[in-house]
Structure formats: structure tokens, C-alpha cells
């Protein structure tokens, strides 16, 4: 699960690369580089994950200024959650593989500092550790995983995985590929590696104010995409040299590309009628999920992967071939 972690940009901060604002919650542990990892003692269970990974509508994270997010928090509209920040105080280990292994404070201890803290007196409290958003705070305010990366791959791409799906389901109406953008220049910049999907770029390359209908034609013609994030040094494989495989699904639809895909969803294509404007673009506000809504969006994803399957079967391959 993927979540945001909010940091302020100071002198003691490292804001913008990903590596540090994606806060991870896996199996084996939890954190980002800039408040360190561990294995013990999570903040939060997975269905809290789940949902802060899922607050989009976070307006304090979303405003740009002090004012804004005060008025928005009055409103209760921040949708994001405070965690301890118990890394921040942390005993740091070296393990037999030389690894750093770190291991959160006791809570005792933890709750005690922050009692002191919240004691202090005015004027001086806004300039001790406890209320900032950085790894000096005792606190680290996470939110939708889509405000640092929307399609949560960044970091798969940094643990080498071989093979990535990535599916694209952005309200990117107009097919401009904002957050793919976003991911490539991320890897480029943080990871020193070449992230493309071919198909894309082409796409892109209709960059005119009218030309959001080609790409949604070109686009929704062959909608799962093939691509590739390289290289990587990596010893044992070709050329010292890993590739790691994208497979991109982009939800799309547009009756005009290949009628035949979609003759035997009626759901789907009586929803696109009644909803066309915005149909599979819905935005975050409509949350209800009727049932011919429901039905609408799994036929398109079955119809989708279904007649793409020769693409699904060649990334397999290419796995199997070690490529």
C-alpha cells in the first residue's frame, strides 16, 4: 500500500524525490527514506491502510497555503491520518547482511516525550520537533498515495521487480498521461533509468488542443501496452544489465476503435450511452457505485484484457526467457 507522507520544505527537509515522499506499508515493512524503515510495531492496520492510501480527497494536502489548509482543517476536511513518527527515535542496528535494521522506540518512552513536548508554553512550542512534518516530528501526517505517484509503481521499480502491471485508471479524459509522465521523469531523475511505453509516446505525439480524440482512438484501439523501465546494473543477468518488463493498461473506451470488442457487453455499452461524457472518467465525488455502474466498469475490464491477451501471453514469455 502506497501513501503520501506530508513534508514540510525546510532547511531539514528533502521534499520532492519520491524515494521519500511514497510511504510504503508491505508485508515485510514499512516507511520511506526519509523516515526510515521497519518490521515492528505498525502504526496501523491494513483496512486503515487501505483507506489512507485511498484519501484523494484530502484538501489541507491538495491547497497550497497555510490559510487554505487551516480553513480546510476547521471543515474537517482532511481526510488524511497522523501516525507516531517512532522511527524518528529509533535505534539503528547492523545486521549480518550489513544492512541498517531499525527498531522503533518502546511506547512508554515514546508517549513521555511527546507529554513533554505538548507542555512546552507559547511562543516556543511552534519551534520544537514536535510539530513539524519532517523525521524531527513525532508525528507523520499520511494521505492518498496518488499525491506523490498515482500509479503506486515507483516502488516496484526500485525493488527490481521483472515484470510490472501498471493500470491506469486516472480521470485522464483527454488521454494526456499526466501521472506516466510524472512516473518517467521520477525513475529519470531518482533512479537514473529509462521508463517508456512505445504506444504512449506515440499517442503523444499528438499534442495539439484538438487532437485528445486521436489519442483516445490510438489508445483505446490496443489499451494494455507493452514497455519497459532500463537499465539497471545487475550481476548474473545479460550484460550485467537488468530490463524490467511493463505491461500499461490504460482504461479506455470508444465504440468507434473496434466495435467487435464490445458487442457482447450490454451493461457497458448502455451505461457509455447514458454516461458518455464521462464514462469511464468518473470523478472522485461520484462514489455511489450503482449496480449497472458496477457492471459497466468490470465488462470493461474483462472486455479489455480478454482481447489482449496475445500481449499478456508475450510478457510471460519474455519472463520465461530470462529477458
Not at 512508554?108 to 516525550?113: D, G, Q, T
Not at 518488463?245 to 457497458?268: G, P
Request: with cysteine; charged share 25%.
Amino acid at each position: 500500500m502506497n501513501t503520501t507522507a506530508s513534508i514540510d520544505d525546510d532547511s531539514h527537509h528533502y521534499a520532492a524525490d519520491l524515494r521519500n515522499t511514497v510511504y510504503e506499508f508491505s508485508a515485510s515493512r514499512y516507511g520511506s527514506d526519509a523516515f526510515g524503515y521497519s518490521s515492528d510495531h505498525y502504526p496501523i492496520d491494513l483496512p486503515r491502510a487501505v483507506a489512507v492510501s485511498g484519501a484523494a480527497a484530502d484538501l489541507s494536502v491538495l491547497a497550497s497555503g497555510n490559510a487554505q489548509k487551516t480553513l480546510f482543517a476547521a471543515l474537517n476536511l482532511d481526510l488524511g491520518y497522523f501516525i507516531d513518527n517512532r522511527l524518528r527515535f529509533m535505534d539503528q542496528n547492523m545486521d549480518s547482511s550489513g544492512c541498517v535494521r531499525f527498531t522503533p522506540v518502546k511506547r512508554s518512552h515514546f508517549e513521555a516525550r511527546k507529554l513533554t513536548f505538548r507542555a512546552v508554553p507559547f511562543p516556543i512550542y511552534p519551534f520544537i520537533p514536535y510539530w513539524a512534518k519532517d523525521q524531527r516530528g513525532l508525528q507523520t501526517y499520511l494521505s492518498d498515495g496518488g499525491h506523490s505517484e498515482n500509479l503506486a509503481a515507483f516502488s516496484l521499480v526500485r525493488r527490481l521487480v521483472r515484470n510490472i502491471i501498471i493500470v491506469d485508471a486516472s480521470g485522464d479524459s483527454k488521454f494526456e498521461f499526466a501521472d506516466y509522465k510524472q512516473l518517467q521523469r521520477a525513475i529519470l531523475r531518482d533512479l537514473n533509468a529509462n521508463f517508456e511505453v512505445p504506444a504512449i509516446e506515440e499517442a503523444l505525439k499528438h499534442n495539439c488542443a484538438n487532437c485528445a480524440d486521436e489519442r483516445r482512438r490510438l489508445v483505446s484501439a490496443n489499451p494494455v501496452m507493452v514497455g519497459s523501465v532500463r537499465y539497471f546494473p545487475f550481476p548474473n543477468d545479460r550484460n550485467n544489465e537488468r530490463t524490467l518488463n511493463i505491461v500499461y493498461v490504460k482504461l479506455s473506451y470508444d465504440t468507434a476503435a473496434d466495435s467487435r470488442k464490445y458487442a457482447n457487453y450490454a451493461d457497458m455499452r448502455l451505461y457509455h450511452m447514458q454516461y458518455a461524457g464521462s464514462f469511464p472518467f468518473q470523478g472522485l465525488f461520484d462514489q455511489a457505485y450503482s449496480d449497472r455502474q458496477y457492471r459497466a466498469y468490470r465488462d470493461l475490464a474483462y472486455a479489455t484484457i480478454v482481447n489482449d491477451t496475445q500481449i499478456l501471453r508475450s510478457t510471460i514469455a519474455m519472463r520465461g526467457a530470462g529477458k
